[in-house]
DNA sequence: TTGTATGCGTTATCAG
DNA sequence: CTGATAACGCATACAA
């Protein structure tokens, strides 16, 4: 490996001179400018990241940390994320935690060794007291996810009220038998959007049944399941609202096993909007979160807390949207 | 921050003390190990990484550069990365490149530099000379995508079997009217399937014809325009394969616009076996990649390079599958 | 079993 | 404008 010293060396320089060259510093004469130059060109030298961070005390990478990048919803706020960063000179690494505690660990133990500057936390399995803890030695925005009553940024929309537009949605389309399909997950947002669904109902004069509510966990398969499991009651509901579009095709898909026809027979709508909800046949009602200035609000924000812009701690709630498409209303 | 020092200075020894305990050391009273464990304890002391891996010139990282983590051909290849990558105890980043040379240069330099031990590519950009420049000091795997001629391992299917296959399995139909929508970018695989598609057409006594030949950039929209355009034509085809799920996709509305029937008016095939080319409806047929093994294989062949086990270049291919669905068949 | 001293590759301070 | 040198935080050879 060369160093900076071989360049020194092959430059018939000091160290401190090709370090002024490296980092473009004005007091240096043109003719030692070419030298040094040309050696690092010569000997094809970069230098070391891992010696010049811990110097510096600053690495200008940033971690975002997701359970999972095969959920399309990530796609566009990594995106989001990612053009802020760049254009503030920060790189950023993905880590995929699989929802797994342990290795969620790992990723914010290396924040903890100075790989990286900060961090974004997409969904969090950590508790209210670790990520407290967190704040105080770590910089870290929450997004979309996020733990209340923990002193750290975070970005989202208002589930409630988004799951309130979606229910209503489907009761002025004149649906009465309206069910639910939520998650059963520690997540803040799956109990916003049921409290939203409930509110809704209530708002209407409709009668919350416990039977037309159930849980999957975000996949295909568990919106297929409860989808069955609800087409098979005495009463079978009209509408269904699934907290993720993956759960909505699910549905869909079930409903049509038995001959049902969306949206004639059965309503659905879906959460996230993801790029498969338009693509899909028929194409499927949701709630659009904002995803890509989701990204780019939670970058923004970690770094302004690491660059010590601003040290309070502000939480941005963007504007969501109804995206009404064939899945319930024909001709979409 | 609290360095090591700190530890030693709290517990009443030497930050070589401190050291040993940190790396299991035996060599260790047990009444010091107590001592340091516990200063380590209250202090919450973490080593440093950046110090770390500059005195071991050693990470245990490892960069996985892709193109699009919201292409979800790549989640499960990145899971099978993961998976042996966390049993041999390497912590991976990913790095979404946007298929932009610039990106990916940036990350290239993060391995030059020293912050990584290694790289998955999984699309590059860069030349085969730029690639034969980086495998002389760097340890690199080609994933999928590669170049050939590059003196670096690379792990993927045949393409152009693959190909044949999925054009056979229309012949095998009854087709005679067999479009192909590819990709017009520069990588192997492009040219092979349309190698593997023609040669179908050819063993079957089949007319080539270049009016059934497009290109598109593995997208819905390029999948759904250039269908568009094939159906436009005098004398329709029966079928196409197209290159990838996505495009497939984009295809299949594309016919149902102009209410034909899939797959009684048109047969589609796809490639990869994305997981929505079973959720969509209709179903579709498509090539399976071994995307989990993929991610495997590619890790431990990095592995092997980067712990020097073995320095010969080898060249994987992976079995790959044809999975008949209702896209091309009925009732499937 | 423990401590001292050195170096990993940089950057930054200070003197010249 | 340039060079010598200390320091970043850690691991390790060597000495004790």
Redesign the interface.
Known sequence: ?TTISDVAAAAGVSVATVSRVINGNANVSPETLAKVTKAIQDLNY?????????RR?K?ERVLVLLP???N?F???I??GI?DVA?RNGY??????T?SDIK?EK??V??L????ADGAILMASEMSCEELTELSKELSIVQCCEYKEGVPLPHVSIENEKAAYKATNHLISLGHRKIAFIGADNQFLSSNLRETGYKRALSDAGIEIKPAYICYGNYS?KSGFRNMKRLLDLPDRPTAVFCVSD?MA??A??SA?EENLKVPDDLAVCGFDNI??SW???PSITTISQPMYDLGCTAMEALINIIEGKSSEIVNYFLEYELIVRSSTLKGY
Do not use: A, Q, W
């Open positions: 490996m970069r230098p070391n990241l891992l010696g010049r961070d811990l005390t690495s999972n990048i095969s399309p990530y796609s566009e990594v995106k990612e760049n790189s950023i690494m993905l880590c995929n699989d290795r790992k990723y133990k290396m903890k060794t100075r790989l295909y993956v095709i699910g869909i898909r049509m790029h498969f693509m899909f046949n």
